[in-house]
């Protein structure tokens, strides 16, 4: 189907503006509770209505709002009194609590929020309570030596914090002693605290790191964690006998997210705190998988749109994926991930997807806030450029070369990749793009393949790692792009990439060299030794080049051309691609062999190489000897068994491919000719090209042309000594020997010794002309085979013939002969002794080349003057096989 008419993203949707204002820093979408408290945090977090204007209101943050606002106002049964947020980096928890915050803080404005209104629907509620008394305790931003307060007091712990958040300076009076002496509360005068302020919602964030920074404040035999610990024991018996207090504690998923001196005191940290809090209610996803689209798309876009363009983006890749079935997963064309792509709009499921569920688990990937601020940047990147293939926003869009974008990766990634993604991703990717060129130049297919498995290659372990062939389609590919373009891209980046790794049909990345690194290093150092490659071309020509087993001796061509040996059988001379002068160097190996004319001319057939392809031969013949090198060094038996497979197969398959190349090079024929070195031109032939070697190919492409005959029949013998016979009255064999091999422009017969004692015989038994041995003159008789080894044997006119048989009876016949443009001389004479004969002549040329057509103007002139009618009739010119091109 056609992309006629549908609009690409930046022509349908429209940006929050702060992402293109902000600077591009690892801030972007960070966000602080105590910033937010202080009010120093981005407007987007401190302003309720532009907080709740740019919040996604999931399922499960509503029912949790609900939950508290239930808790605080009072209503039965609603709301647990102590809340802890577990989930991972950026899955959501400080934004929820940012929320509860604002809900507390600045009811008249929430209340305006569509979701807000629901809530107090469901709990039967006029308004949200007021006068909520908010406690925000964030470990990050608190001190634990001492934060001086504007009335001159000195808090020194949690305690200490959370009464003078709750009740000012007579709320912290209840606690100031203790909090003086950095020594915890009981829960009864915690409990006592509580019920005074009511109601009332604590918010503690980033406990944690708050107990990692105490444990290094000495109190007494203890220490202030502990003192922290066992206050934060107390407090969750407190809250829970306050019918309208809250308590919200955020978590982290993992000891991983704990900043400790070592990952044993992280672990322990992190179980204490987790059995500290072990009673109370655990809330784990306030951004559910199936919520995310909104959350991002309610985030990043202050316009969507119009949906029609978002279903016509959608219906157009839905068909796309029906009509290549064979090349996606089945899943993509269910009515549900239909639904995904609809809710996804712009962005494609399998970006949103590759960040929440391969890079989701990954300790330094931070979710929704990481999510955010990645594609904030492939945003800005795409407004900026304006692609005309991004009808969706998909993996392959994540532009690498961008240095920001980049760095959101790398930060996920072993050391060195930066490098890596520049050399690999970037830049070789870039100039396989370019050497396909068309369409894999204009959609980017080289690198968006490159960064589509480099980014699978973020993964918490390794069964997760990398994508296969289809994963990648989906990533990369558009409507009306073929699918099989990318199989002929992965196949290029898998040859040519250092660092990519193709393990159990799955495509990543890593930061250790790949064969191709290795086996480029020897290639370089190949390069530089242009005799050793002389060497092995010239042994690879000899292989392909075949051994003599057919009508042709072959012979590698020497430096000096005078060197090819003058003899006379039929002989194929190998052109090496260091023959600069061609024409030159046949003529004169031609003219002359030693310091001596040559007397075998027509037994010799040239072949060289087309200049085209000879890049291609000396490529593949590099990668053949940097792959034997690679086996042969001690490096490869420290390889794994799957790399040493792979060398050796990647040998076996460059093998191949350079006979391939060499016989498709090696397809410009010469023999001399009466006019000097004159080029074969071929009809083409499937047939031709089942040679496995240069030998069998030239062989039957002769045969194809009539150069190369097995037998030489006596009437075309005779007519072509005819003239030399009538003046001299007889030729010895070992002449006319000569002449055959030595004439340019007859042809090549195999075997001419032999061929021409059975010509004789075939030709003195018709009466064709006689054949003398010593006295002896056969004519009409069979010569016995002896006969013709004895010497001075001689070819005669046939003076006397007995009488010819009578001829048979008169009877309808018809002729049919077959013969090519370069023998029509049997035909001229065959045409004269027909003159005699009351029949009709039919003549047709079939001409597969096409250089018939030239002479048609000229050839229906003469015909037509003399009578006849020609008629022509055009045929399909056969494709040229690959080999011969």
């Not at 709740?52 to 106002?73: A, D, P, Q, W, Y």
């Not at 809900?103 to 107090?120: N, P, T």
């Not at 305790?137 to 958040?165: K, M």
């Not at 973020?458 to 289809?470: L, M, P, Y």
């Amino acid at each position: 189907m056609a992309n006629k008419g549908l609009r690409r993203v930046w022509e349908v949707c429209e940006p929050h503006p702060d992402v293109f204002e902000r600077d591009p820093d690892p801030s972007l979408f960070a966000i602080s509770l105590h910033q937010v408290e202080q009010g120093v945090a981005d407007r987007d977090y401190t302003e309720a209505e532009r907080f709740f204007h740019k919040t996604f209101m999931t399922r499960s943050l509503e029912r949790l709002l609900e939950g508290v606002v239930g808790r605080l106002s009072g209503v039965a049964g609603r709301g647990a009194p102590i809340l802890r947020l577990e989930t991972p980096f950026g899955g959501g928890k400080t934004h929820t609590m940012t929320a509860l915050f604002h809900l507390a803080r600045h009811a008249e404005v929430a209340e305006e929020h569509e979701a807000v209104r629901r809530i107090l629907e469901h709990l039967n509620l006029r308004a949200l309570p007021r006068n909520i008394q908010v406690a925000v305790l964030d470990g990050r931003g608190l001190d634990v030596l001492e934060r001086r307060t504007a009335e001159g007091l000195g808090l020194r712990t949690l305690w200490g914090e959370l009464a003078y958040r709750l009740g000012g300076p007579s709320g912290y009076a209840l606690v100031a002693e203790l909090d003086r002496q950095r020594l915890a509360p009981g829960s009864e005068l915690l409990t006592q605290l509580l019920q005074h302020y009511q109601p009332f919602l604590i918010l503690m964030d980033e406990v944690l790191e708050y107990l990692v920074k105490a444990a290094g404040v000495k109190v007494g035999a203890s220490n202030l964690a502990e003192q922290t610990g066992t206050f934060l024991s107390a407090l969750s018996t407190a809250v829970l006998a306050c019918p309208r207090g809250v308590l919200v504690a955020a978590m982290p998923a993992s000891p991983i997210e704990v900043c400790s001196e070592s990952s044993e005191a992280a672990e322990r940290l992190f179980q204490y705190v987790k059995k500290v809090f072990g009673r109370v209610e655990l809330v784990e996803t306030p951004v559910a998988q199936d919520e995310v689209f909104g959350v991002l798309r309610r985030r990043l876009f202050r316009s969507l749109g119009n949906e029609r363009e978002h279903k016509r983006v959608v219906e157009a890749y839905q068909s796309y994926y029906e009509e290549h079935a064979r090349f996606f997963p089945d899943l993509l064309r269910s009515p549900e991930y239909k639904n995904r792509m609809l809710a996804a709009y712009p962005f494609h499921p399998a970006l949103i997807d590759l960040l929440y569920e391969r890079w989701g688990p990954h300790p330094r990937f931070q979710r929704t806030r990481g999510a955010l601020r990645l594609l904030a940047l492939v945003l800005r990147r795409l407004w900026d450029q304006r692609p005309g293939h991004a009808l969706l926003i998909q993996p392959h869009h994540v532009d690498l070369a961008d240095r920001h974008i980049r760095g959101e990766v790398v930060q996920l990634l072993d050391g060195g990749f930066d490098a890596i993604i520049t050399g690999d991703v970037v830049e070789r990717a870039g100039l396989i793009e370019r050497a396909l060129g068309g369409e894999y130049v204009r959609e980017r297919l080289g690198r968006g393949a490159a960064t589509c498995a480099l980014l699978s290659s973020v993964a918490t372990g390794s069964r997760d790692k990398g994508a296969t062939e289809d994963e990648i389609r989906t990533a990369l590919l558009r409507p009306e792009l073929t699918p099989a373009m990318v199989s002929e891209v992965l196949s290029r980046l898998r040859e040519e990439l250092w660092y990519l790794r193709y393990r159990d049909r799955r495509y990543y990345f890593t930061a250790r060299p790949n064969l191709n690194k290795v086996i480029l290093d020897y290639e370089e150092e190949l390069a530089q030794d242009e005799e050793r490659l002389r060497q092995e071309l010239q042994r690879r020509l000899h292989r392909i080049g075949g051994r003599g087993e057919g009508v042709f001796q072959v012979l590698l061509a020497p430096a000096e051309a005078t060197a090819v040996p003058d003899q006379p059988r039929p002989t194929l001379v190998v052109l090496g691609p260091e023959i600069a002068e061609e024409q030159a160097w046949m003529s004169q190996a031609a003219q002359y062999a030693g310091g001596a004319l040559r007397k075998h001319k027509n037994q010799l057939v040239f072949v060289a190489p087309r200049a085209e392809y000879l890049d291609a031969v000396r490529a593949a013949l590099r990668r053949c000897l940097a792959l034997q090198c690679l086996i042969q060094s001690a490096s490869f038996h420290e390889l794994d068994s799957e790399d040493k497979e792979q060398v050796r197969a990647q040998l076996k398959d460059k093998e191949t491919e350079l006979e391939a190349q060499l016989l498709k090079a090696y397809t410009r024929l010469y023999r001399p000719s009466r006019e000097g070195i004159e080029e074969i031109r071929l009809r083409q032939s499937a047939d031709v090209f089942k040679a496995k070697t240069l030998a069998q190919y030239i062989e039957a492409a002769l045969r194809q042309e009539s150069i190369v005959l097995d037998r030489l029949a006596p009437e075309y013998f005779f007519e072509t000594l005819r003239s030399d016979l009538e003046q001299r009255g007889e030729l010895p064999v070992q002449q006319v020997e000569t002449l055959m091999t030595g004439i340019p422009g007859q042809p090549i017969v195999h075997a001419p010794q032999e061929t021409l004692k059975q010509t004789l015989r075939e030709g003195a038994q018709r009466g064709l002309f006689g054949v003398r041995i010593g006295e002896k003159v056969y004519v009409h008789e069979e010569i016995p085979e002896e006969e013709l080894t004895r010497p001075n044997v001689a070819i005669v006119r046939a003076e006397s013939r007995p009488q010819p048989p009578t001829p048979p009876a008169k009877q309808p016949m018809t002729l049919r002969v077959q013969t090519t443009a370069r023998m029509l001389y049997p035909l001229l004479k065959a045409a004269e002794k027909l003159r005699a004969v009351d029949a009709t002549v039919t003549l047709e040329v079939h001409d597969p080349t096409g250089e018939l057509g030239r002479l048609k103007s000229d050839l229906d002139k003469l015909l037509q003057d003399y009578g006849c009618c020609p008629e022509w009739q055009s045929e399909s010119i056969p494709s040229v096989p690959e080999a011969s091109r």
